[in-house]
């Protein structure tokens, strides 16, 4: 399987605290997203970042990409209850007609 | 804000039954996607369409089919369904769909909870 592997599986921390997230793929990439998903929902867009750039900024959201080693992270900073969520990475490499392919999520569970 | 709607929110089937699950954006995207996601498994592609009546196969395409016959509406038909196929269906869509682009953000759906007894 083409899937990414996202680590850890579940966090858990308290409010104000920051998460970080981590995210590996297995093949060439033109671009890495990530989403986040409420409880029984459908997924939200929060950032993508090109496979030419290390690091993008939106917001609490901080993301890098490391392209020799096929991984990137997500980290959000001084988190809140609100940002209780499941957090997936997701890319597409070369000609894939738009396509992403979702790593397994990470559960991020913000204690107030 | 780009919208896309799935018809049903929950959903209920008995084995062998024809499912239809429609999905309807409303911002002239050429992509769109279906996607099952199972608890830890993540979102697996099931079929995408990067233009009307196009259709491509995705992961885990058996035992479905999909219908595109305009540009706004994507369906994703389960022949005779059957108890493993009980998941959260998710449609998404984006506006991309040249060779070589490689994909943008993608925009879900609400996601339909179908459960095969």
């Known amino acids: 399987s083409q899937q990414g592997e996202e680590d850890p599986q579940a966090l858990s921390i308290q409010e104000g605290e920051n998460a970080t997230m981590n995210c590996s793929y297995k093949?060439?990439?033109?671009?890495l997203q990530w989403y986040r998903q409420n409880s029984g929902r459908g997924l939200v867009h929060l950032i993508l970042i090109r496979s030419n750039e290390r690091e993008k900024h939106s917001g609490r959201l901080r993301v890098t990409l490391d392209t020799s080693k096929k991984s990137s992270s997500l980290l959000i900073t001084a988190s809140r209850a609100a940002d209780t969520a499941s957090y997936f990475c997701a890319y597409a490499g070369g000609t894939s007609y738009g396509k992403l392919t979702f790593g397994q999520g990470t559960i991020l569970t913000v204690h107030p | 804000d780009v919208k896309v709607t799935q018809s049903s929110r929950y959903l209920v089937k008995r084995t062998g039954e024809k499912v239809f699950l429609e999905c309807v954006q409303d911002m002239d995207h050429e992509n769109m996607f279906w996607y099952r996601q199972d608890p830890g498994l993540g979102l697996r592609l099931i079929y995408f369409?990067?233009?009307?009546?196009?259709?491509e196969k995705g992961d885990i395409p058996e035992g479905y089919s999909v219908s595109r016959e305009k540009k706004e509406r994507f369906s994703l038909i389960l022949e005779s369904a059957s108890t493993n196929q009980t998941s959260m269906y998710l449609c998404a869509s984006s506006l991309f769909g040249r060779v070589g682009h490689g994909g943008e953000k993608l925009f879900f759906g609400s996601g339909t909870q179908l459960s095969v007894l």
């Open positions: 369409s990067y233009d009307v009546k196009m259709k």
């Open positions: 093949t060439s990439i033109n671009n």
